[in-house]
C-alpha cells in the first residue's frame, strides 16, 4: 500500500504571497490532518479534516486553511505569507475511527524569504 | 539533512545494546499515546501506541511503558542497530486520535 504522499517537497514562496500544499493519504483513510514542524515550536497541529468536514482545528490564524476532497485527498492553504511560516509542513491520514495511528508524509518544506 | 530540532536531548548507545528513551507527558486525562521516529528528511514514522488501560505493549524490539502515577511513558529499543538512528518524539492525544500534542523529541545515536 501506498504511504502519504505529498507535493510538492520543496516550495519557495516570497512574503505576501499564498501558497497550497497537496496531500494523498493512505488508500482507504478517510481522516487527513496537517502539522506544522519547526526547530523552535516542533511539531504543532494545524487542522483534521473527515468526510469533507474539519472535524478539528488547532492555534493558528485565519491565514491557514484547508479542505478535503471526496476521493480523502486534501490541500492546505496560507495566504498573505509571512517569514514565521517556513517551516515543514506534513500531512497525515488515519482511517478515522477508533484510535487508528497517524501515518505522515514526507512532508513540504517552505521557505518564505 | 533537514534538522527537527536544534537543541534536542541526545542519547548516545553502542550497536547491541539496549535503548530507553523516556518522555514526560502534561494531561493526565491523555488516554492514548504514540511514538515515533523520524529521520533526516523524512516525516514521523508510527513506531506503537498504547492505549492507556495498558502500562505495557511490546512491538518488535519495542516495548512502551506507561506509568500514568507519574504521568511518564518509555520507549525500550533492544539490540540497538544504526538505523535506528533517528529523532524519536513521543505523543499524547487530546481530542479525536488525530489530534495529537508532540514532545519535543530526543535524539538517539547509535555508535558502532
Not at chain 2, 87 to 99: L, M, P, Q
Request: hydrophobic share 30%; with cysteine.
Amino acid at each position: 500500500k501506498a504511504g502519504v504522499t505529498q507535493t510538492p517537497r520543496y516550495l519557495i514562496k516570497t512574503r505576501g504571497q499564498q501558497v497550497t500544499l497537496s496531500c494523498s493519504p493512505i488508500s482507504g483513510h478517510r481522516s487527513v490532518s496537517w502539522y506544522q514542524q519547526t526547530p523552535g515550536q516542533g511539531l504543532q497541529f494545524l487542522f483534521e479534516y473527515f468526510s469533507e468536514t474539519q472535524r478539528n482545528k488547532g492555534n493558528f490564524p485565519g491565514r491557514f486553511s484547508g479542505r478535503q476532497f471526496s476521493n480523502s485527498r486534501s490541500e492546505m492553504n496560507v495566504s498573505t505569507l509571512e517569514l514565521g511560516d517556513s517551516a515543514l509542513y506534513l500531512c497525515a491520514s488515519r482511517l478515522g475511527t477508533g484510535d487508528s495511528p497517524l501515518h505522515f508524509g514526507n512532508g513540504t518544506r517552505l521557505t518564505v524569504t | 539533512g533537514e534538522s527537527v530540532g536544534l537543541h534536542l536531548p541526545t542519547l548516545s548507545v553502542q550497536e547491541g545494546d539496549n535503548s530507553i528513551i523516556n518522555c514526560a507527558y502534561s494531561n493526565s486525562a491523555s488516554d492514548y499515546f504514540i511514538w515515533y521516529k523520524q529521520e533526516s528528511g523524512k516525516g514521523p514514522q508510527f513506531i506503537i501506541d498504547i492505549r492507556s488501560n495498558m502500562d505495557k505493549r511490546q512491538g518488535q524490539r519495542v516495548t512502551v511503558l506507561l506509568n500514568k502515577t507519574v504521568k511518564h511513558l518509555s520507549l525500550q529499543i533492544a539490540a540497538t542497530q544504526p538505523g535506528d538512528s533517528a529523532v524519536y518524539f513521543c505523543a499524547e492525544r487530546t481530542g479525536t486520535a488525530s489530534k495529537l500534542t508532540f514532545g519535543t523529541g530526543t535524539r538517539l545515536q547509535v555508535t558502532l
